[in-house]
Structures are given as structure tokens and as C-alpha cells.
């Protein structure tokens, strides 16, 4: 995630959430209807409530790639 919001200082939120797909499988395991929970949103809505905006897109970024392991250390 980058941020590119350009707003200075810390900010304090509570993110109320829970994704559809997890909340419809506990309704469907108790028997219930259809969901009726606020929460029951995508994390893109949930975020947007708080006036903000997630944006899929690609950025560039440095990025560290392994491409294999040891799992025992040897002598440099």
C-alpha cells in the first residue's frame, strides 16, 4: 500500500468492518437469511466511509527477491 494522500500529522480511526464473504458464510452456517449487517461491505466501501479512497493501480517500487535459502548458515 502506498500512500499518496499528501495529508500531514497521525490520524486515530476505528474501521468497522467485516468482508461479505466471511459474514455471508457465518449467516449461511447459522441459518439465517440474507445479511443484514452494516459491516457486511467490501474493505474499498468500509474505507471510503472514512473518506478515503483505495485505489488499485501499480506503482513502482524497490523490492527485495530471494531466490534461494540455506538453512544452515555457512562461513562468508
Not at 7 to 22: A, Q, S, T
Not at 44 to 63: C, H, I, N, Q, T
Amino acid at each position: 500500500m502506498v500512500d499518496l494522500t499528501e495529508l500531514k500529522g497521525v490520524f486515530d480511526f476505528k474501521l468497522d468492518w467485516m468482508g461479505r464473504g466471511i459474514y455471508e458464510s457465518a449467516m449461511a452456517n447459522a441459518g439465517s437469511g440474507a445479511p443484514s449487517d452494516e459491516r457486511a461491505i467490501s474493505i474499498f466501501d468500509a474505507v471510503e466511509r472514512l473518506g478515503l479512497k483505495l485505489e488499485s493501480r501499480k506503482y513502482p517500487m524497490d523490492m527485495i527477491v530471494v531466490d534461494s535459502i540455506l538453512r544452515t548458515p555457512t562461513e562468508n
